[in-house]
Structure formats: C-alpha cells, structure tokens
C-alpha cells in the first residue's frame, strides 16, 4: 500500500506533481527507487517529444569564481516568459554556470558530464528533469567558460 508520506517524499525529491509520484509509486509497487527510476524513464520520454517545439525565451546567467580567474555564462532556453522568470528555471541556469566553471567542455561536452552535485545524473539528465517539471522544451543554446 502506497502511504501519503511515500507520495510526499518522493515529490519534494523529484518536484513533480503528486499525481505523477502517486502512479510512478504504483507501477513500481510502492518500492521508491524503482519509482524514481520510472519517472526519470518518463521524463526522458516526455522530454524527446518536447525538444520538437521552439524555445523562444531564456535567460542569461553568469558566475564568476572566487579569486575572480575563472568565469562562466549560459543561454538557456524555455518555450515561455512565465518559466523564465520563475526562480527553479532561474536556478536551473545559474546550477549550469557553477557546472561549467567546474569542469571545462573540453574534457567532455558539458551535457555528458556528470553533475557536480550527484555523480548518478548527468547535465543532460538535469535539463530532461526540468523539462518535465515545467512542461516545456528548454535548450542549453550557448555557453562559455574563460579562464585565467
């Protein structure tokens, strides 16, 4: 049996609607990794069909590193103004410049590293995720990382 608690949890980790959580819970048979796993496996579906629609709104954040020798910007993409304003898109972009002043694109391109904060997910993995979340195509367009 599937507790509200589970449904909780597994919400504030993934920031998905409840309902989502509630049917990743059941098709996984209440076991909570497995359902991380079927919703990060919906995600990526849900995110193949979005990257078909323009991403015509954005942000541009940058992060300059202590010490003031190592700099980074991004563009990143979103369907709408209301997402690009909201404070988790906003996050999103800014977790990106700390991504990209912390591990050079050189060594591997920055979608295919894995993320500073979680060694199991990789940048790629972080935009399908936001993706879902918000419901809208969002594209990392450009980036650049200087360094002194």
Excluded at 42 to 62: H, Y
Excluded at 74 to 80: A, G, I, Q, Y
Excluded at 102 to 131: F, G, H, M, N, Y
Aim: charged content about 35%.
């Amino acid at each position: 049996m599937i507790t509200i608690d589970q449904i909780k949890q597994l919400r504030e980790e993934t920031g998905l609607s409840i309902s989502e959580c509630k049917k990743a819970l059941e098709q996984a048979g209440g076991n909570f990794s497995k359902a991380k796993e079927v919703l990060k496996d919906w995600g990526r579906k849900f995110a193949a069909d979005k990257q078909k629609r323009e991403a015509g709104q954005g942000v541009v954040e940058g992060y300059i590193h202590p010490g003031k020798r190592i700099g980074a910007m991004v563009e990143l993409r979103c369907e709408s103004d209301f997402v690009a304003k909201s404070l988790d898109f906003q996050k999103l972009a800014h977790e990106l410049c700390l991504q990209l002043a912390a591990i050079s694109p050189k060594e591997v391109p920055l979608e295919e590293q894995s993320w500073i904060r979680d060694e199991t997910k990789k940048i790629k993995d972080l935009i399908d995720e936001a993706i879902a979340k918000f419901g809208e195509n969002i594209v990392l367009k450009n980036f650049v990382r200087y360094e002194i």
